[in-house]
């Protein structure tokens, strides 16, 4: 069975910090690349960052550039998201996938991720 399970998430301060992990089984981690999206009330979902655990090579979107980064440990089969100053707009529910397609994964389109975890949610406050 399939699984990618969200924690990490919480509520934090402006300017502060938070490392979301997303653990993932029940396919092949290291033929995946693995996605953050989030999604916040009454918006469309968006992607964030994304990560290919064939090669490493990572993507952001211009929103989080500079502040979050993206990490894997292909031995516990998960990806981390550290999000530092964090702001208002952050706040979200975050949400991992993963898409055996690396490049198609960059492209950030939802439908196109074929395995998706229930989600974290983050909460800024001002």
């Known amino acids: 069975e399939v699984q990618l399970v969200e924690s990490g998430g919480g509520l934090v301060q402006a300017g502060g910090s938070l490392r979301l992990s997303c653990a993932a089984s029940?396919?092949?981690?290291?033929?995946?690349?693995i996605g953050w999206f989030r999604q916040a009330p009454g918006k469309e979902r968006e992607g964030v960052s994304c990560i290919s655990n064939s090669d490493g090579s990572t993507y952001y979107a211009d929103s989080v550039k500079g502040r979050f980064t993206i990490s894997s440990d292909n031995a516990k089969n998960t990806v981390y998201l550290q999000m530092n100053s964090l702001k208002p707009e952050d706040t979200a529910v975050y949400y991992c996938a993963a898409d055996k397609n690396t490049a198609q994964a960059m492209g950030f389109l939802p439908h196109e991720y074929d395995y998706w975890g229930q989600g974290t949610q983050v909460t800024v406050s001002s």
């Open positions: 029940g396919f092949t981690f290291d033929d995946y690349a």
